[in-house]
């Protein structure tokens, strides 16, 4: 299967690309991050498909004075929190984990209160691509990182979750205050989606779905819990990635966990709908979880979802690409995503272009890239959903 890349080549140490969203302005914007080298800082790239050009617009670590010979936790790392809103600002916000100058890996539980590897806290930003101006910096929970966030555009907040401690949090965008909710649980979800009315969901440890109420900002639990196999109990079943269907009435996300889950959220009716594993047969054994890695879910102008999998289908893992038919639930497998002869690590999300193309972020290679495919345009342009979470 032939694929086009997106290279970030003049970032040739950065080894992954956690965040990837369409702008309103028809351009993917990009979180290029680094996790295996230590003191790297993440930077926020674009992409526009229209002239093929890569854009470099800025330095995580210099916006904010955080130069790596200090020694402190990199800010490597914009992870599952790159935003844009509907006048085509972009937000951000970084993940810990990103090792110090100098390290190979760095923990939060043994650099808590270490008084030079602790992490600051993460740096969110808000920026201006057209003008190329940071609006506005702060730093959220102090020694934690973010790793996964959502825009309200109406009520003007971001509501994330919080690592290690696993706080939901919001942070008024007006007012530049945040609000933490408290632990929902021990496992961090990968996503918090959004429905119509700018409420924000997410799930706890177990899968149960919470919401938190975009005015009154109490969290809830819904009653509704996402389906696992029955020799399992359903730990550690959180989301993993969501994609908003084309007709802004449901959300379609996968799980992450062991014998991940493909479901789907109807806003309308309230109603979870299971369909199975993702992928492939339920398999009791347990074996390392990015063996079986599902993720960066997109729908194509032919009204497929298109997710990637790591399949184990020749002999040895690696990524594949496969669409899904909401109409009969059919699965199939496109291809391996191999990258000059040799296959990629893993997936973290997707996007698409204005022309239809679907784009899907590299991680766990250097330098890192996107794979573009080009298969999934259809017959023509279909109204595409915006999303607004990371």
């Known amino acids: 299967m032939n694929f086009k890349s997106v290279l970030f080549d003049q970032l040739p140490a950065h080894d992954t690309c956690w965040s990837l969203i369409t702008g309103v302005d028809g351009q993917l914007y990009i979180g290029v991050c680094g996790e295996m080298t230590g003191g790297l800082s993440a930077f926020l790239a674009s992409y526009d498909p229209r002239t093929e050009?890569?854009?470099?617009?800025?330095?995580?670590?210099?916006?904010f004075g955080i130069p790596p010979e200090k020694g402190e936790a990199a800010q490597?790392?914009?992870?599952?929190?790159l935003l844009t809103d509907t006048e085509g600002m972009i937000y951000g916000a970084t993940h810990s984990t990103g090792a110090p100058l100098g390290d190979f890996l760095w923990r939060p539980w043994n650099c808590w209160t270490h008084p030079i590897k602790n992490f600051r806290g993460s740096?969110?930003?808000?920026?201006?691509?057209?003008?190329?101006?940071?609006?506005?910096?702060?730093?959220?929970?102090?020694?934690?990182?973010?790793?996964?966030?959502?825009?309200?555009?109406?009520?003007?907040k971001?509501?994330?979750?919080?690592?290690?401690?696993?706080?939901?949090?919001i942070y008024d965008l007006e007012k530049h205050q945040l609000r933490d909710l408290g632990r929902i649980g021990s496992v961090n979800p990968q996503c918090i989606f959004l429905d119509p009315d700018e409420n924000a969901y997410t799930t706890d440890d177990y899968g149960n779905l919470i919401c938190c109420d975009g005015g009154s900002e109490e969290?809830?639990?819904?009653?509704m819990r996402i389906a696992h196999a029955p020799f399992r109990n359903g730990f550690h079943n959180v989301f993993y990635d969501v994609a908003p269907s084309p007709d802004g009435e449901s959300v379609f996300g996968a799980t992450w966990t062991f014998g991940e889950r493909l479901f789907c959220?109807?806003?309308?009716?309230?109603?979870?709908?299971?369909?199975?594993k993702a992928y492939g047969e339920e398999v009791e054994e347990w074996a390392h979880i990015i063996n079986s890695h599902v993720g960066a879910l997109v729908f194509g102008n032919d009204g497929k979802l298109y997710f990637t999998a790591n399949l184990n289908l020749d002999g040895r893992c690696a990524p594949h690409l496969v669409s899904f038919n909401p109409d009969n639930q059919k699965r199939e497998v496109?291809?391996?995503?191999?990258?000059?002869?040799k296959p990629a690590d893993h997936?973290?999300?997707?996007?698409?272009?204005?022309e239809g193309n679907l784009y899907f972020a590299e991680v766990g290679n250097s330098p890192t890239k996107l794979f573009k495919y080009e298969g999934a345009r259809g017959g023509g342009k279909m109204k595409r959903a915006l999303r607004f979470w990371g």
């Open 347 to 354: 997936f973290s999300r997707a996007a698409f272009d204005p």
């Open 158 to 169: 971001l509501f994330g979750i919080s690592y290690p401690r696993n706080h939901f949090f």
């Open 265 to 276: 959220y109807n806003f309308k009716k309230k109603k979870l709908y299971d369909f199975g």
């Open 53 to 63: 050009k890569v854009d470099y617009h800025l330095e995580v670590a210099e916006v």
């Open 219 to 223: 969290l809830r639990d819904t009653g």
């Open 76 to 81: 490597a790392k914009i992870h599952y929190s």
């Open 334 to 341: 496109l291809g391996k995503m191999m990258y000059q002869g």
């Open 123 to 156: 740096c969110l930003f808000g920026y201006d691509p057209k003008k190329r101006e940071v609006l506005f910096k702060d730093i959220l929970l102090p020694q934690e990182g973010t790793r996964c966030m959502a825009i309200g555009n109406k009520r003007r």
